[in-house]
């Protein structure tokens, strides 16, 4: 896996681990811990966000962290442990624009396996046009769809999200978008 880094060490008991198939009929290699026989799997992360409306126009944030410094993105993030992927997008769109929402129906679920991860957005009203960006945020603002700074999107799973909310207005009805981006 070149995207993540490898495991070098046993979480369990710390001695160094070796990669190899286990001996389970399992079918990938895995690392695996000589000492304790601790097998690690590694797993695709989620990264959950919103996209956040306010009538015709939706809220990105310009990027103020790496990758993609000075980028435009909506708000998103990595789904923490022990919160559901609504309150994870809810807490990122909180974090990132300092915008509160009402959360809505899921947008799209869009496979990265170059990276390993699956981006879930969903809907979102904006309860206010009043923004408090984080850190993580150099600018929160909105964006009819014509203002959209398309050639500045962050991220692939952003784009295609942003293209099918408007499309989707357009026709007046919301889909759930399966999708898979290189
Ligand atoms: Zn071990």
Redesign the pocket.
């Known amino acids: 896996m070149p995207f993540r880094t490898p495991i070098k060490h046993?979480?369990?008991?710390?001695?160094a681990?070796v990669y190899r198939v286990p001996d389970d009929g399992d079918t990938r290699e895995r690392a695996v811990?000589?000492?304790?026989?601790?097998i690690h799997y590694e797993n695709p992360l989620n990264v959950v966000g919103t996209v956040p409306y306010w009538g015709d126009k939706v809220l990105l944030c310009k990027r103020n962290i790496e990758p993609r410094w000075g980028k435009w993105t909506l708000p998103a993030g990595f789904m923490e442990l022990g919160e559901s992927t609504l309150e994870g997008a809810a807490r990122e769109t909180d974090e990132e624009a300092g915008a509160q929402v009402e959360m809505g129906p899921l947008l799209s679920v869009i496979s990265v396996p170059r990276v390993g991860q699956v981006h879930l957005f969903y809907l979102a009203r904006l309860l206010s046009d009043q923004f408090a960006p984080g850190h993580e945020t150099i600018e929160a603002r909105l964006f009819s769809e014509d203002e959209v700074p398309w050639e500045e999107i962050a991220f692939k799973t952003v784009k295609e999200t942003l293209l099918r909310y408007f499309e989707d207005r357009r026709r007046g009805q919301f889909g759930v978008y399966n999708l898979e981006v290189t």
């Open positions: 046993c979480r369990n008991c710390g001695a681990v811990c000589p000492a304790c026989d601790t």
